[in-house]
């Protein structure tokens, strides 16, 4: 993606927000270095941040689950993101309504990222295990949009399953098209669910899929995302938002990333804003390492800049004339190519 020019006022602009931005993390960093100093807090532990509120974050402790504070951050400590795992100190004794104070930030396991408008990638939540992709009968499902999802998961080492929500609104004129669309994904490795949070069908099972590790939602808005949140944790309060019978696109209502536990196990992080992945970062080959079936014959064309469009000796075109290889995945493949192609 080329970057465009900035004007020298937009430049003068943005130096100014970081500077705003600098000032304001040293403020916060002299309340944590003054809590310390004070004595305020309890002893170092770990936590898990449940929540950011941009200057602060809301930690949960490992050892005492019932133990919650908002928290500063102590200077130079690396960005923080829900999910993230914590070395903290909590407020304690007649102090304890006041803030504690994160000292240090532990490894990843794993990233959820996205662009954000300066185009650099910016992550939106961490450790996650599992990224369900979610879609239904409407807005209209696309395969080139479920296997961008797919692509960009599989590029962050995160287990992606398809989740067909709105089975209820599933009728004689597009269940075909459904079926079709969804069938190649088991033979891929994909686990597809199938859920109505009117009728609570497919429900146990979504629960049953979620209750190890930490689970985000992804999918275009309109899909149902936050209605899921209110039916897997009736007390989250996630707002829904009305589909337009109109345009049959929906509404982003969620406004702040939360991680949640689930009764059954397992957590759940409902993560806003995020309609499709963005893999302009991405070059040719993690492109073609995204798509699972394309992996064992990667690197065995004659040609080593081969495009896998008719060139002799392309093991990419021989695997999909074997049948190895879907015509639509192989066209989708050629699809994101070319639309990666454009954004940069």
Same mark, same amino acid.
């Given at each position: 993606?080329?970057? =465009?020019? #900035?004007?020298?006022?937009?430049?003068? =602009?943005?130096?100014? $927000?970081?500077?705003?931005? &600098?000032?304001?993390?040293?403020?916060?960093?002299?309340?944590?270095?003054?809590?310390?100093?004070? *004595?305020?807090?309890?002893? &170092?532990?770990?936590?898990? !941040?449940?929540?950011?509120?941009?200057?602060?974050?809301? !930690?949960?402790?490992?050892?005492?689950?019932?133990?919650?504070? /908002?928290?500063?951050?102590?200077?130079? $400590?690396?960005?923080?993101?829900? *999910?993230? /795992?914590?070395?903290?100190?909590?407020?304690?004794?007649?102090?304890?309504?006041?803030?504690?104070? !994160?000292?240090?930030?532990?490894?990843?396991?794993?990233?959820?990222?996205?662009?954000?408008?300066?185009?650099? #990638?910016?992550?939106?939540?961490?450790?996650?295990?599992?990224?369900?992709? !979610?879609?239904?009968?409407?807005?209209?499902?696309?395969?080139?949009?479920?296997?961008?999802?797919?692509?960009?998961?599989?590029?962050?080492?995160?287990?992606?399953?398809?989740?067909?929500?709105?089975?209820?609104?599933?009728?004689?004129?597009?269940?075909?098209?459904?079926?079709?669309?969804?069938?190649?994904?088991?033979?891929?490795?994909?686990?597809?669910?199938?859920?109505?949070?009117?009728?609570?069908?497919?429900?146990?099972?979504?629960?049953?899929?979620?209750?190890?590790?930490?689970?985000?939602?992804?999918?275009?808005?309109?899909?149902?995302?936050?209605? #899921?949140?209110?039916?897997?944790?009736? *007390?989250? @309060?996630?707002?829904?938002?009305?589909?337009? +019978?109109?345009?049959?696109?929906?509404?982003?209502?969620?406004?702040?990333?939360?991680?949640?536990?689930?009764? @059954?196990?397992?957590?759940?992080?409902?993560?806003?804003?995020?309609?499709?992945?963005?893999?302009?970062?991405?070059?040719?080959?993690?492109?073609?390492? @995204?798509?699972? &079936?394309?992996?064992?014959?990667?690197?065995?064309?004659?040609?080593?800049?081969?495009?896998?469009?008719? &060139?002799?000796?392309?093991? $990419? #075109?021989?695997?999909?004339?074997?049948?190895?290889?879907? +015509?639509?995945?192989?066209?989708?493949?050629?699809?994101?190519?070319?639309?990666?192609?454009? +954004?940069?």
């Amino acid at each position: 993606m080329s970057k =465009r020019k #900035l004007s020298r006022r937009q430049q003068w =602009r943005i130096a100014k $927000i970081q500077k705003e931005r &600098e000032e304001r993390a040293r403020r916060r960093a002299d309340s944590a270095e003054q809590a310390l100093k004070e *004595g305020h807090l309890g002893p &170092e532990q770990t936590g898990l !941040v449940i929540a950011n509120y941009g200057t602060q974050v809301l !930690v949960e402790s490992e050892a005492e689950p019932k133990l919650r504070q /908002r928290c500063h951050l102590r200077a130079n $400590i690396d960005t923080l993101v829900t *999910g993230d /795992r914590v070395a903290w100190c909590p407020a304690h004794g007649e102090h304890s309504a006041d803030c504690g104070v !994160v000292g240090a930030r532990l490894p990843r396991r794993s990233e959820l990222q996205r662009p954000d408008r300066y185009g650099e #990638l910016k992550t939106i939540a961490a450790n996650i295990d599992r990224i369900v992709v !979610v879609i239904a009968p409407y807005p209209e499902p696309f395969a080139n949009a479920i296997d961008r999802y797919l692509v960009a998961a599989e590029a962050t080492g995160i287990q992606p399953i398809l989740l067909l929500n709105k089975i209820d609104l599933i009728d004689d004129g597009n269940r075909e098209s459904l079926e079709e669309l969804l069938a190649p994904y088991p033979d891929l490795g994909y686990q597809v669910l199938r859920l109505s949070t009117k009728s609570g069908e497919g429900l146990p099972e979504l629960l049953q899929t979620l209750a190890k590790g930490t689970s985000v939602f992804v999918g275009q808005s309109g899909v149902g995302k936050s209605s #899921l949140v209110n039916a897997l944790l009736p *007390g989250a @309060g996630a707002r829904t938002g009305a589909l337009s +019978e109109a345009t049959m696109k929906g509404t982003h209502t969620t406004t702040a990333a939360e991680l949640f536990h689930l009764p @059954g196990g397992g957590d759940l992080i409902d993560s806003p804003g995020i309609r499709e992945f963005g893999l302009w970062h991405m070059d040719e080959q993690s492109l073609l390492e @995204g798509f699972v &079936e394309f992996r064992p014959f990667i690197g065995h064309c004659r040609f080593r800049d081969c495009r896998h469009q008719g &060139e002799p000796g392309c093991a $990419i #075109l021989e695997a999909k004339a074997r049948g190895d290889i879907s +015509e639509r995945r192989m066209n989708s493949f050629l699809h994101l190519r070319t639309s990666l192609e454009s +954004e940069r």
